[in-house]
């Protein structure tokens, strides 16, 4: 089990990056902006909040600069409206990817019902111990097979999609880029992950704009190597928690789980055993107060943040 | 939680009206202790009776006079996580008032007035279906529709659900009875709730009202083509919704559910989600039925669906108190919709056949119809 996997910042990602909880009810960006040392405009991304994007007042009021919205969500919808073809193409890979995703989430609830009855014999049986790390390890090939699986159907629509020589998405990618002329930062918000990683990957944003950047909960799980997603409380919802896909990866190392408190059971030891052995990287929790930072030299500092243990334990982390 | 015992109640009464009175003030009325309820009625009467509608235990029960006063009072076993509702009927001079409790300011309204409700230990009130002025709402559209099928104007009430937009798929929702769900089930808080948590995705609502609801929801094959034939091509003309069976569910309650599970009978692979609350499911293995002849038309169908279950719909919702009489046509069906390989959810509820029962079921309902799209959302 890769119970201490290296943390870092991507090597070529060389500026400071801030990765925190849950914003909204009591932000600290603009804390955050002065130890990045951030005196000008800043660029906003709320393309996770889809329609919703353009509904960043609190942003605005929680910052001392001025905020410029990417609006990289509606642009985007205009390039549909512009050039159908990119809309039903990436519609039939979703289609695809609900198709790899249904019998995905059939193998992993075979597998966590089997990891589940064999954590309940774990400490009274010690012939349980081996088929326990067996079942977990089958799990992680699942999820290994699964994301190659959906990384070839994204590869194969990039090649069907072609955006570099598609004059609309060349022409997105320029109006956003546009919109961010000056920016002394990037914050990017949350909402749905899924979104947010396809409109970030559709105008290649991170690849053009390397800023100071500071993201919280969806935006600071799309910014990581895979994206995982969890609740343990939506009622019907799988109880396994899903391998969605791969993620930007500025850091690596880390599986951030934000608003943890209020969508895991912290008290399951069993289900967050599961988690964190299932997992390549450490399972941080973030709630509101929490911070995980790299300076601009990669110094790593963290506040208020919690991991999980092999055993499901919560423990404060220091890393 | 309950303070007094009958006993306390008695002994309080012999120390006089005032001093019962005293130690009843600032109480919840019916008094409520873990499985028990004490009901308490004061005023003048030849006799006074708890009229409920629990299937399983005799519909009406006498409170019983405390000595020569004008209290009355029952204590009645409920199981915990109960919810009860009731009148009290009041026999004086040889006539008979049915009243709410005057002591329970409970009430439930439904489209015969209202009934006292009891709430037994454990049962609550969702706090997911109270009205929130603070979150975004839905807006209701209405428009009228010609129907050959029925014969006449029908009105059709739209919920527009918040984060509503013209250029995205809807799911869509079509449910019977539609304004008594948005009336006695708190419909439109419960979905603003729901849409706005991210925990159901945001739905266009359809709301279809009958005129005579026992023939048109009676698996009447008119209403079937009203809302297959009429009904959806006019919303898919006018709104974004998903134009294909899986971004459709039909739904209701009691005879709406029947007029659901019919329609979709007779018009396979148009919904792929049903949701059926407290259907009128009667049906006989051999033999005739003994629920009236408003159910003739039902128990046909009941049993030719029974026979040749078809491809309705793929996955179901299915509800029911347990309190019903209808719980057993209910669990009876659940075997059925399994065997022929679709997804069911069943839920049994410790209640009647009402509409706060069919409130109350709505999260669980409307999650397991139309996958979470919270999973998806981290603020």
Redesign the interface.
């Known amino acids: 089990m890769p119970t201490s996997p290296s943390v870092e910042r991507h090597p070529k990602f060389q500026h400071p990056l801030v990765l925190l909880g ?1 914003q ?1 009810e009591s932000p600290r960006l603009q804390k955050c902006l002065e130890h990045c040392g951030v005196t000008g405009p800043v660029a906003l991304i709320s393309a ?1 909040w ?3 994007e353009e509904d960043d007042q609190w942003v605005r009021d929680a910052v001392d600069v001025p905020v410029v919205n990417s609006r990289l969500y509606t642009l985007a ?1 205009e390039l549909f409206r512009q050039d159908p073809e990119v809309l039903t193409l990436l519609r039939e890979r979703q289609d695809r990817l609900r198709a790899l995703r249904e019998v995905n989430e059939l193998q992993l609830e075979h597998l966590g019902a089997v990891a589940r009855e064999l954590w309940q014999r774990l400490e009274r049986n010690a012939a349980a111990v081996a088929p326990w790390h067996q079942t977990l390890g089958q799990i992680q090939d699942v999820d290994s097979r699964y994301l190659k699986s959906v990384s070839a159907v994204i590869k194969e629509y990039d090649r069907r999609i072609a955006p570099q020589q598609r004059r609309s998405v060349l022409e997105y990618r320029r109006a956003v880029l546009d919109r961010l002329r000056g920016c002394q930062a990037l914050l990017l918000a ?6 947010l990683l396809n409109r970030l990957n559709l105008c290649r944003l991170l690849k053009h704009v390397q800023l100071p950047t500071i993201a919280w ?2 935006g600071a ?1 799309a910014l990581g190597e895979r994206i995982y ?1 969890y ?1 343990h409380f ?5 109880r396994e928690v ?1 391998l969605s896909r791969q993620g930007m990866a500025l850091y690596r190392g880390l599986q951030l789980f ?2 943890a408190a209020e969508r895991l059971n912290l008290e399951d030891h069993c289900e967050l055993a599961i988690l964190a052995q299932r997992l390549p990287s450490r399972c941080l929790l973030l709630d509101q107060h929490s911070e995980v930072a790299w300076s601009a030299t990669g110094e790593l500092s963290v506040a208020h943040v919690r991991v999980v243990d092999d055993q499901g334990e919560v423990q404060e982390w220091t890393p | 939680m309950i303070t007094l015992s009958p006993e306390d109640i008695q002994a309080a009464l012999v120390a006089g009206d005032d001093v019962l009175k005293k130690r009843l003030a600032g109480q919840r009325f019916p008094l409520v202790s873990d499985s028990r309820a004490i009901f308490l009625y004061h005023g003048v009467a030849d006799a006074v009776a708890l009229q409920h509608w629990v299937y399983g235990l005799p519909s009406r029960i006498d409170l019983q006079r405390l000595g020569q006063t004008h209290w009355w009072m029952l204590t009645l076993d409920l199981p915990r996580r109960s919810r009860i509702e009731y009148k009290l009927v009041v026999r004086r001079d040889g006539h008979e008032h049915w009243l709410l409790d005057p002591l329970n300011d409970r009430i439930a309204h439904d489209p015969f007035g209202g009934n006292s409700v009891v709430h037994m230990t454990g049962y609550e009130e969702p706090e997911w279906s109270q009205p929130q002025t603070a979150s975004p709402q839905g807006t209701f559209e209405t428009w009228s529709l010609n129907s050959r099928a029925l014969g006449g104007d029908r009105e059709i009430r739209m919920y527009l659900p918040p984060r509503y937009r013209p250029n995205r798929r809807h799911r869509l929702l079509l449910l019977h009875d539609g304004d008594d769900y948005l009336r006695y089930s708190r419909l439109a808080a419960v979905l603003d709730n729901l849409i706005t948590r991210w925990e159901v995705p945001p739905l266009v609502v359809g709301l279809l009202n009958p005129q005579d609801r026992l023939a048109e929801y009676a698996a009447s094959r008119a209403h079937a083509a009203f809302v297959v034939e009429e009904v959806l091509p006019e919303i898919e003309a006018r709104y974004p919704v998903i134009r294909e069976a899986s971004g459709r569910c039909l739904g209701g309650a009691s005879f709406g559910g029947v007029a659901s599970l019919a329609t979709a009978w007779y018009y396979p692979n148009t919904f792929d989600m049903l949701l059926l609350q407290s259907g009128s499911f009667a049906f006989t293995d051999i033999g005739t039925h003994h629920r009236g002849p408003v159910f003739d038309p039902v128990v046909k169908f009941m049993n030719r669906f029974r026979d040749a279950i078809g491809q309705p719909a793929k996955r179901f919702y299915v509800s029911c108190g347990v309190y019903e009489s209808l719980i057993y046509e209910n669990r009876s069906l659940i075997p059925l919709l399994q065997t022929a390989g679709f997804q069911v959810k069943f839920e049994e509820a410790r209640d009647g056949h009402n509409w706060e029962n069919w409130r109350d079921r709505l999260r669980h309902a409307l999650t397991w119809l139309f996958p979470v799209p919270a999973w998806f959302y981290y603020e």
């Open positions: 849950q909204r996770g889809e329609e919703d919808d949350g909402g749905h992950v899924g979104v909960a969806g799980m997603f609740d939506i009622p019907h919802a799988q899903e934000p608003r």
